[in-house]
């Protein structure tokens, strides 16, 4: 008799589309390994634009992120309570945390959701991931989900212009336009490369799933990250 193909809930959140953009691949990479996929994107009750608009409605938010605010967000589908072999927990940083929409489902669904569940956090970030990892693996914890490993995505420009970018970018400006600042940044966010990257490690999770190996024994860590 076959095995049935391992299943996989992936609960995202994207404000710009990198996120999405990563996910895309990873999709991709699952589908490769015959894995069976359900995306949740999780929904703000009010809408969060972007870009924000000016520098001083960035400092703002930049603010109340760092202050971990969450932002509320809609009932999740009823698929998110069957069981599945790995949910995928998907989402940028914010000024250091988790975003909004992806705290708010934590308090609001997390221990209904994660409690004996495998998780994967996938962070798409500036560069400054550590101290949004080390509060996500905290309360992934507290929730009784086991966190099996994590992939890293950050922005593939060097710092300064990194952060100088992207906080013009937050602001409605066009920074890889700008006669100085765009000989050394040249686009928002993700590359290609790791969007490839992304696909691969789909392959590789949906395999090592199928196989019944260890997802902590792949390396889905920082091949094309820029060290914070």
């Known amino acids: 008799m ?50 924000f608009g000016s520098v001083p409605k960035t400092v703002v938010m930049m ?12 009932p999740l589908s009823t698929a998110c309570d069957e069981q599945y072999n790995l949910i995928i927990l998907a989402g940028p940083t914010w000024s250091y945390n988790p975003s909004g929409p992806m705290l708010f489902f934590i308090d609001r669904d997390g221990r209904r959701i994660l409690k004996d569940q495998t998780v994967i956090p996938l962070i798409s970030c500036r560069g400054y991931w550590r101290m949004h990892l080390w509060g996500l693996q905290r309360m992934l ?4 989900a086991e966190v099996a490993n994590t992939m890293i995505f950050s922005h593939p420009a060097k710092e300064p212009w990194r952060t100088l970018g992207v906080f013009l970018k937050l602001s409605g400006k066009h920074p890889e336009k700008m006669a100085f600042i765009g000989s050394h940044y040249h686009r928002y966010g993700h590359d290609k490369t790791q969007a490839a990257e992304a696909r691969e490690y789909g392959r590789l999770i949906g395999s090592h799933l199928a196989a019944g190996q260890p997802l902590a ?11 914070d």
């Open 141 to 144: 914890t507290q929730c009784g």
């Open 2 to 51: 076959m095995k049935p193909s391992p299943t996989i809930l992936i609960i995202s959140y994207s404000l710009s589309g990198q996120t999405n953009g990563l996910l895309h691949g990873l999709v991709s990479g699952l589908e490769d390994s015959q894995c069976h996929v359900h995306h949740e994107r999780l929904q703000p009750l009010a809408p969060i634009r972007f870009p």
């Open 63 to 74: 603010l109340r992120t760092f202050l971990r605010q969450r932002f509320a967000i809609a």
């Open 217 to 227: 024994d792949l390396a889905l860590q920082h091949r094309t990250t820029c060290p």
